[in-house]
C-alpha cells in the first residue's frame, strides 16, 4: 500500500478506523530503507525491526499507535547512540531520553533510527558528518541542506513519514527547502532544548520535519511546552495548532522584506512572484517593507554561534567521553583527543568563538554582535506592528552539488541568509514546498511573530491547500 508515503496524520484516521495496522506502516519504512538507504546514507543507526513491531501491540491504543519517528543524531535516546556525527561521540550510549522523545514515547511514538547530520550541527549541506554525507532524494549528485540534512532526506525518501530536526540557524528549514518537505522552528523557549547536545545555547531549537503541514502542526502538539529540566523553557499554555488549520486567511497582512528578493535569480523571482499572487488569491494584502539590519545577520550569528560552541564543546576533552587519545601529560592529552575527535568544520568553529571571547577581542566582536542582533530584532518588531506575517524564499538557490561548497565556507554560510535573521530574533519560522528552480525543489518560507505559531501554520496551511496540485 506504500503506507510510507502517507503524513502521519492520514496514517493514525486508517488506524483508528481500522483499514490498516501499525505493524503494516513499519514493516512499508523498512522496506523503503532496504531499497534506498546504501544511497542516500539518511539514518546513521536504525532500531530493530523487530523490536519496533512488537512494541506496536503495546503501544496501538495510545494516541500515537506506535508509529515510528525518525530522530536528529544530537538528541538525547536511550535506547539507541547518540554521535552528533562525531567521531568524539561514535560510541556513545546516553543514559536518559531527551524531553521531546520522553513525550512522544508517552504518547505511544516510536523511534525508527538516528538521522545523519553535519557534525554537531555545524554546516548547510551534511558534508561534515564523519561518517559519510547524506544525498538529496531527488538527485543523488546534490546535498539535502544541513544540518538537519539526514532528517530531512529520510521524510523527502519516504524512509520516514516524519521526523525530528534541531535548528540554530536554518537547520531544520533550509534542508527542508532542499528536499522539498516542510520544516518549522518553532519560537525560541517554546520547545524543550533538554536532552539536544548544545551546539548554540540562545539559538537551538528542536522542530518538526514532515510531508505537509497538517503533520507540522500535530507533531508540534506533542513536543510542545514548559519543561522544569530546561531553564530556557517559556512557561505558558499551548494551544492545540491543528484547530488553526482550514480557517481563512483573508485580511492577513503579508510583509515581503526587500532585502530577501534583490538579487534573486529569474525562476526564483517567478516562484515568488506566484507566491505572493496566491496569497492576494487567498484574500490577503502584500506589503512591501524593509528589514534593514538583514546585511548584518550573517556575521552577527557566526561570531555568536561559533562563540557559544567555543564555550559548550569545552566539555569534550577526551575524559568524559569516547574519545580518548594516548598522550605523555594531561594537557597533551587533551589536545589530542581534540584534534582527533573534532572535524575541521567544528575546529574553525571553536577557533573563531574563542578568539571572538578572547581578552581584548570580546568587546570589539562577541559584544557588538550581540549589540547587532538587538537591532535584527527591533527590525521584525517594528514589522510585526505593520504585518502579520513575512515571506521569503528560504534559501537563495536550490540544492547545490555535493562537493560544490566544501572548499569555500562563506559560500556555504551564505546558503542560509534567509534562515539565520529570524533565529537571532527568536522567531518561528516554516518552510513548505514553493515550486521548482532548475528542476529542484524551492522553499518558501513564512516568519510569524514570537509564540504566533498558530498563525504561522494557518497561513501555511491555507497556502498548501491552494498549491499543492500545481507543483
Not at 490498516?20 to 506502516?25: G, L
Not at 532526506?153 to 518537505?181: K, M, N, W, Y
Not at 540562545?202 to 507533531?219: E, F, W, Y
Not at 491543528?242 to 515581503?256: C, D, M, P, S, Y
Request: hydrophobic share 40%; charged share 20%.
Amino acid at each position: 500500500m506504500n503506507l510510507n508515503t502517507r503524513p502521519w496524520h492520514e496514517l493514525l484516521t486508517l488506524i483508528e478506523q481500522g483499514e490498516i495496522h501499525p505493524r503494516e506502516v513499519i514493516a512499508d519504512l523498512y522496506r523503503a530503507i532496504a531499497e534506498r538507504e546504501d544511497q542516500i546514507r539518511a539514518y546513521i543507526s536504525l532500531a530493530p525491526q523487530e523490536k519496533l513491531l512488537q512494541e506496536c501491540e503495546r503501544l496501538r491504543e495510545k494516541p500515537l499507535r506506535g508509529l515510528p519517528i525518525a530522530v536528529k543524531d544530537n538528541i538525547s535516546t536511550r535506547d539507541l547512540k547518540t554521535t552528533c556525527a562525531s567521531r568524539f561521540l561514535e560510541n556513545f550510549q546516553p543514559i536518559f531520553d531527551a524531553t521531546v522523545i520522553q513525550r512522544l514515547k508517552d504518547a505511544g511514538a516510536q523511534i525508527l533510527g538516528k538521522t545523519n547530520l553535519d557534525e554537531f550541527a555545524m554546516g548547510s549541506s551534511t558534508e561534515n558528518s564523519a561518517f559519510y554525507p547524506t544525498r538529496n532524494p531527488h538527485d543523488v549528485e546534490r546535498v539535502p541542506g544541513g544540518s538537519s540534512g539526514g532528517s530531512a532526506a529520510a521524510v523527502a525518501a519516504h524512509e520516514a513519514s516524519c521526523a525530528l530536526g534541531s535548528d540554530t540557524g536554518g537547520s531544520i528549514r533550509q534542508p527542508a527547502a532542499f528536499c522539498g518537505i516542510v520544516g518549522l522552528k518553532p519560537t525560541y523557549g517554546l520547545v524543550s532544548r533538554y536532552g539536544l547536545v548544545a551546539f548554540a545555547s540562545s539559538l537551538d531549537q528542536i522542530g518538526p520535519m514532515t510531508k505537509d503541514v497538517r503533520d507540522c502542526a500535530l507533531l508540534l502538539n506533542y513536543i510542545a511546552g514548559h519543561d522544569p529540566n530546561d531553564s530556557t523553557s517559556i512557561g505558558r499554555s499551548c494551544a492545540d495548532y491543528t484547530q488553526e488549520l482550514g480557517r481563512e486567511i483573508q485580511g492577513f497582512r503579508v510583509g515581503v522584506p526587500k532585502e530577501y528578493i534583490a538579487g534573486l535569480s529569474g525562476q526564483a523571482k517567478a516562484c515568488v512572484d506566484s507566491w505572493l499572487k496566491t496569497f492576494e488569491e487567498l484574500g490577503a494584502q502584500v506589503i512591501e517593507l524593509s528589514l534593514p539590519h538583514t546585511e548584518y545577520a550573517i556575521p552577527t550569528y557566526y561570531l555568536i554561534s561559533s562563540s557559544e560552541a567555543s564555550a559548550n564543546l569545552a566539555r569534550f576533552d577526551g575524559v568524559r567521553y569516547t574519545k580518548r587519545a594516548s598522550a605523555a601529560s594531561v594537557e597533551a592529552m587533551f589536545a589530542e583527543s581534540r584534534d582527533k575527535g573534532f572535524g575541521p568544520e567544528v575546529k574553525r568553529r571553536i577557533m573563531i568563538g574563542t578568539y571572538a571571547l578572547s581578552a581584548g577581542y570580546y568587546e570589539a566582536w562577541y559584544g557588538k554582535a550581540q549589540r547587532v542582533r538587538a537591532l535584527i530584532r527591533q527590525d521584525f518588531a517594528n514589522a510585526f506592528q505593520a504585518v502579520d506575517i513575512l515571506i521569503s524564499p528560504t534559501s537563495p538557490t536550490p540544492a547545490f552539488k555535493v562537493g560544490e561548497r566544501v572548499s569555500d565556507p562563506l559560500a556555504m554560510y551564505l546558503s542560509d541568509i534567509f534562515t539565520v535573521p529570524a533565529s537571532l530574533a527568536g522567531l518561528p519560522a516554516i518552510s513548505l514546498p514553493g515550486g521548482q528552480v532548475e528542476g529542484l525543489p524551492f522553499g518558501m518560507q513564512l516568519i510569524a511573530d514570537k509564540f504566533q505559531e498558530a498563525k504561522l501554520l494557518r497561513a501555511a496551511y491555507a497556502f498548501e491547500q491552494a498549491t499543492q496540485s500545481s507543483f
